[in-house]
């Protein structure tokens, strides 16, 4: 009697074909709108995270697949951009302006007063997940420094009490996440 040899032929499984629809339409928007850009990577990276709020490890192979790059080529480039968050913010990211200008008129103060209220360092998020503090390095709003940015609405003139006053207006209060 012969003996049958099993043959197993892998099934090729299609990159993306696993994540949810909403976060896979995202990603086939973002490179159809700007492949035929130079450089579209990053312009794809944007406009991903704009969308989602931040660029998520899982959706890493099927842009990578799209613009026939590796994964460890698209990584690369989220990991080395401090702009591209790799984690889910809050519901608000407050961007902490670090240049000069701002430093000069009581930045590292304010920054200081951040931290300890939101409970976080930068890149981090509040307990409550409401806030998310991210450094930039200017928000071109030197002339009114300190300044910051919460979503995307420009605060100057910033004090740790109006820190205080506009992180209150937002339902939560100083302390929030921070256990207070």
Same mark, same amino acid.
């Given at each position: 009697?012969?003996? /049958?040899?099993?043959?197993?032929?892998?099934?090729?499984?299609?990159? =993306?074909?696993? %994540?949810p629809? @909403?976060?896979?339409?995202?990603?086939?928007e +973002?490179?159809?709108?700007?492949? +035929?850009?130079? $450089?579209? %990577?990053?312009?794809?990276? *944007?406009? #991903?995270?704009?969308? #989602? =709020?931040?660029?998520?490890?899982?959706?890493?192979?099927? #842009?990578? &697949?799209?613009?026939? %790059?590796?994964? +460890?080529?698209?990584? $690369?480039?989220?990991?080395f951009?401090?702009?591209?968050?790799?984690h889910?913010?809050?519901?608000?990211?407050i961007?902490?302006?670090?240049?000069?200008?701002?430093?000069?008129v $009581?930045?590292?103060q304010?920054?200081? *007063?951040?931290? /300890?209220?939101?409970?976080v360092?930068? &890149?981090?998020?509040? =307990?409550?997940?409401?806030?998310?503090?991210?450094?930039?390095?200017?928000?071109?709003?030197? +002339?009114?420094?300190?300044? %910051?940015?919460?979503?995307?609405?420009? &605060?100057?003139?910033?004090?740790?009490? /109006?820190?205080?006053?506009? #992180?209150? $207006?937002?339902? =939560?209060?100083?302390?929030a996440?921070?256990g @207070?």
């Amino acid at each position: 009697m012969s003996e /049958r040899k099993r043959v197993m032929i892998p099934i090729r499984v299609e990159p =993306g074909s696993d %994540l949810p629809d @909403a976060e896979r339409r995202v990603v086939l928007e +973002a490179v159809q709108n700007n492949r +035929a850009l130079e $450089g579209s %990577l990053l312009p794809i990276l *944007h406009a #991903i995270q704009d969308r #989602i =709020g931040w660029i998520p490890p899982r959706l890493l192979p099927l #842009i990578a &697949h799209e613009l026939n %790059l590796s994964r +460890a080529e698209v990584h $690369g480039v989220v990991s080395f951009y401090h702009y591209f968050r790799q984690h889910q913010p809050g519901q608000h990211v407050i961007f902490l302006c670090r240049a000069e200008a701002c430093q000069a008129v $009581g930045a590292v103060q304010l920054e200081a *007063h951040a931290k /300890r209220a939101l409970g976080v360092d930068f &890149h981090g998020t509040s =307990g409550d997940g409401r806030y998310t503090l991210e450094p930039v390095y200017c928000l071109g709003n030197c +002339a009114t420094g300190p300044s %910051l940015m919460i979503d995307r609405e420009l &605060h100057g003139r910033m004090t740790p009490e /109006r820190f205080d006053e506009l #992180i209150g $207006g937002r339902g =939560g209060g100083a302390g929030a996440g921070a256990g @207070a």
